[in-house]
């Protein structure tokens, strides 16, 4: 972890510093969230257990990291103490908002899948997660991660409950699920999770999201609020414009069919790890309708429209619903539709770095508190790691300055 840091130019002393005071900072924010010094102490030490080198963050092996002689003091903090997880995660959003938080960000909304055997952990059943790409027994997490230019982290979560599980309130109660839980869709879900973040102020222009959160709910709330989107949704989804000329009605993939080859453009949607991920993109705009028209704050005409995405290599086609202010354009929705991968990595590095998946309480409760300590943690390592860019940035700029100021003849050693 501290060698991804260095990449970014800063030296080995200063990206230690960067991580201590980060890590001291952290503490400070989550320590009044707990009673107990034992719990005070154990929650505080877990981001530093998170970032550490062992492959596994399990019980045991948090516990031989903290020094402790068996797991009983990690158990208690995810599962027997008394602390409120979703405070935790309004630190974390925080946290965000202060360091990777810029004004012309996204917000991404997308789910994945932790897998699980047995029946007893909250909300696990047989179920299609894309994280394996089927059917299969697991938990799904819902999930909001903001992104901007200095980086991205998650900024909120929520556990999914089937419908067998929000109607058997004996097996509610097993996992010590609070009352107030009903059953809510995933849209509905991350709804909430937008209103939320609009509500503590996360900085965010736009959303982005897989298909399964392209309409209803998040198409409503988003509305209402007077923020754009560019949300996936499927092929079949049906489409229809008013006042323009031709009309056009159909199916998203029928639609994207007949398009001509002229109403392609060949767009970059962001920087990836092996270049400028290019695709063909075609922009249709539906209808412009005025702010007055469905209550939105901000003022103006604003214009439903039909992204399309072709993959050049083989042809497949991706679709997406935009609402915009009028005039945004395509390669504006398209730099909005290339954030997306963004929560992906967040997803894999999460697991892979934090132990995002490593989670072996099966309460309601433990659930979201471990989530929220590996979402500090993750939180803790964007801020290092734009703190990091930044230091390197200016090092860049005062050696530059510094041989622009020496001159041609300075440099050889001749006197001006």
């Known amino acids: ?21 980060s890590l001291r900072s952290a503490r400070d924010r989550i320590a009044p969230l707990f009673t107990q010094k034992r719990v005070v102490d154990s929650a505080c030490a877990f981001p530093d257990i998170l970032i550490g080198n062992e492959p596994r963050k399990t019980g045991w092996m948090r516990a031989e990291a903290a020094g402790d002689p068996g797991p009983w003091r990690q158990q208690a903090l995810l599962g027997r103490g008394h602390w409120d997880a979703d405070a935790l995660r309004d630190v974390v959003r925080e946290h965000v908002v202060e360091h990777p938080g810029t004004e012309d960000g996204v917000l991404v909304i997308d789910e994945t899948g932790f897998l699980k055997k047995g029946q007893a952990s909250c909300g696990v059943g047989r179920q299609y997660t894309g994280s394996v790409g089927k059917i299969t027994n697991c938990q799904i997490g819902v999930f909001a991660t ?17 419908k067998d599980w929000t109607s058997n309130r004996e097996r509610l109660k097993q996992a010590h699920v609070p009352d107030d839980v009903v059953f809510a869709t995933k849209p509905a879900l991350a709804s909430m999770m937008i209103e939320r973040s609009i509500e503590a102020g996360v900085p965010f222009r736009r959303v982005a999201a897989d298909s399964v959160y ?9 509305r209402r609020a007077g923020t754009g989107y560019v949300p996936g949704v499927r092929g079949n989804h049906w489409f229809g414009s008013w006042a323009t000329s031709p009309l056009i009605a159909g199916e998203a993939k029928d639609i994207a069919a007949n398009l001509p080859e002229q109403a392609w453009h060949r767009l970059s949607a962001g920087s990836g790890t092996k270049g400028e991920r290019l695709y063909d993109w075609a922009y249709l705009p539906l209808a412009d309708l005025d702010a007055e028209e469905f209550d939105c704050p901000i003022a103006g005409s604003w214009t439903r429209g039909l992204l399309i995405r072709r993959n050049i290599a083989d042809g497949d086609l991706a679709c997406f619903t935009t609402w915009c202010p009028k005039g945004t354009t395509m390669q504006e929705l398209v730099n909005v539709e290339g954030t997306r991968w963004r929560i992906e990595e967040c997803f894999e590095t999460a697991k892979n770095e934090f132990g995002l998946d490593h989670n072996e309480t099966r ?15 993750y939180a803790v390592m964007a801020g290092v790691r734009y703190q990091a860019n930044s230091l390197k940035s200016k090092k860049t700029l005062h050696r530059t300055r510094q041989s622009l100021s020496a001159g041609p003849y300075r440099k050889s050693g001749v006197s001006s």
Request: net charge negative.
């Open 1 to 21: 972890m501290i060698q991804d840091m260095m990449s970014g130019g800063a030296s080995v002393e200063e990206t230690l510093e960067l991580w201590a005071r």
């Open 146 to 162: 903001c992104v901007s230019a200095r980086g991205h982290a998650f900024v909120d979560r929520a556990l999914y409950l089937p």
């Open 214 to 222: 392209g309409v209803g709910d998040v198409e409503r709330t988003l």
């Open 363 to 377: 309460s309601w409760h433990g659930w979201h508190r471990h989530v929220s300590l590996v979402m500090l943690a």
